[in-house]
């Protein structure tokens, strides 16, 4: 007896750590669709409230140096999706300029749904896939359970069974798919995704899951939901602008609901919440995607390496995990979403990842920076971060030629508007050989971009100074 006490005393601690240690959580992420870093009321937006997302950002932590690692919508996707630069695997511009059969994420990579359903999680894509469209680049050969959404670039918002079926690279009607079929759905896209996200949530309630929830808001087209067209503010006139505060609303509501149906469940304190935009908002016509996005106070625009393009809302929650009402300067990306994620399933990280763990800055307040430095490579364009510098050769959407290196102090200048480049030639030079350093790894790219894009079909000097694929 003696003998079991004395096992029983040694153990305890052991027991004790066991039963207090957390269950895997649910794991979520929004990501919004061309949303302008300015236009939510946490950034500073006053044009409608937002208070559900506020209150998202308010809950965790928002990160106000967030970014992704492209200014456009398909090569951000796949760096979010593999946790690597996707310069490295040559998926550097939007799948539309080729053949179809090698257009999408390459078949090599792992996705964020491989690993977590390798870890027992059930996964879903709900929403916006828009990296590749024939079947071995289909959602559901890509590691996830469960698809409701659209495989191109763009889909109208209203939904109809008996409108007549149209496919295109950059847009579609009536094409949704449940799975690899079409589904007949009646609604407003926005609305159906949250109702099916509340679904899935409820068909998974016996074990962990991954959603990736995919909006479509608030891109272009920019069309307006009936249930929210009374509270956009009769002062906006602009009926481009009344369509993107429409879809923001709708957006708002959204995550709201779903939210609230995770408190009602009592799922909320499991469930490891990211938010993010695809690209930054795009503000400045005769730009194709032009949805009206505000990205002040940053310059630039989506299809830019200018921080407007690139740099976006950003939040993370985990009731009782991440304090709530922090914000974190520290410069952060996508890429680091998936691993921060695996290490919050307990799944093992593989290497060759370039994303960085969140978790220890996320809930321990750590004051190390998550990353050295931060880069971008999207044809012609090219930039690197370092602390508060920023380091960048971008190019507007009618010129021919290169801006040539610039150089920002981010922590002074957001909105880049004092190149110091003249001034600091020293460390111009250093930020342009670590630069070069990191472009080594890339790849050219597998297929051409568009002319906005790509107009050479590579990057200068890019096929020379990478490993071809």
Not at 359 to 383: D, E, V
Request: with cysteine.
């Amino acid at each position: 007896m003696r003998r079991l006490l004395l096992a029983l005393f040694l153990l305890s601690p052991l027991l004790a750590l066991r039963a207090a240690a957390p269950a895997r959580p649910n794991l979520l992420v929004i990501v919004a669709d061309d949303l302008g870093y300015g236009d939510l009321g946490v950034q500073g937006g006053r044009d409608v409230p937002t208070p559900h997302l506020d209150a998202l950002a308010a809950a965790g932590t928002r990160f106000t140096s967030g970014y992704v690692s492209a200014p456009y919508c398909s090569p951000a996707r796949a760096g979010f999706l593999t946790g690597r630069y996707q310069t490295k695997f040559g998926h550097e511009f939007n799948p539309h300029v080729g053949d179809e059969a090698t257009l999408g994420l390459p078949v090599g990579e792992r996705t964020f749904a491989d690993h977590l359903r390798a870890a027992g999680y059930a996964t879903g894509l709900i929403g916006k896939w828009h990296l590749g469209f024939s079947p071995r680049h289909h959602p559901q050969s890509r590691g996830f359970d469960e698809f409701l959404g659209f495989l191109v670039g763009a889909h109208n918002f209203t939904l109809r069974r008996d409108a007549a079926p149209k496919f295109g690279t950059s847009g579609s009607q009536n094409l949704i798919y449940r799975g690899r079929e079409v589904a007949k759905l009646d609604g407003f896209a926005t609305t159906v995704f949250t109702d099916e996200a509340i679904a899935f949530a409820d068909r998974h309630a016996a074990k962990p899951w991954f959603l990736y929830l995919a909006y479509n808001a608030v891109h272009t087209p920019l069309e307006i939901d009936p249930a929210v067209a009374a509270r956009v503010p009769a002062g906006v006139t602009d009926p481009a602008r009344r369509g993107y505060l429409a879809l923001l609303l709708g957006l708002d509501d959204s995550v709201g609901r779903l939210r609230a149906h995770l408190e009602k469940t009592n799922r909320a304190k499991d469930t490891l919440i990211f938010f993010f935009s695809d690209n930054g908002g795009s503000g400045r016509k005769p730009y194709y995607a032009y949805n009206t996005g505000v990205n002040r106070p940053l310059r630039g625009d989506k299809g830019q390496v200018l921080e407007g393009g690139i740099r976006v809302p950003f939040f993370a929650t985990w009731p009782g995990r991440i304090p709530a009402g922090r914000t974190s300067d520290h410069p952060v990306i996508a890429l680091d979403v998936l691993p921060t994620a695996l290490a919050a399933a307990g799944a093992p990280i593989p290497a060759g990842l370039d994303g960085a763990n969140l978790l220890p800055l996320l809930t321990a307040g750590s004051a190390a920076a998550p990353h050295a430095a931060l880069f971008w490579r999207f044809g012609p364009q090219r930039a690197v971060r370092r602390g508060q510098w920023k380091l960048t050769d971008w190019r507007d959407f009618d010129a021919k030629t290169q801006s040539g290196w610039q150089l920002y102090d981010l922590a002074a200048d957001p909105g880049e508007s004092r190149d110091l480049a003249a001034a600091q030639p020293a460390l111009v030079r250093e930020l342009s050989a670590a630069w070069e350093t990191w472009n080594l790894a890339n790849v050219t790219p597998v297929w051409r971009g568009t002319p906005n894009e790509d107009p050479d079909g590579h990057p200068p000097g890019t096929v020379k100074a990478s490993r071809k694929k």
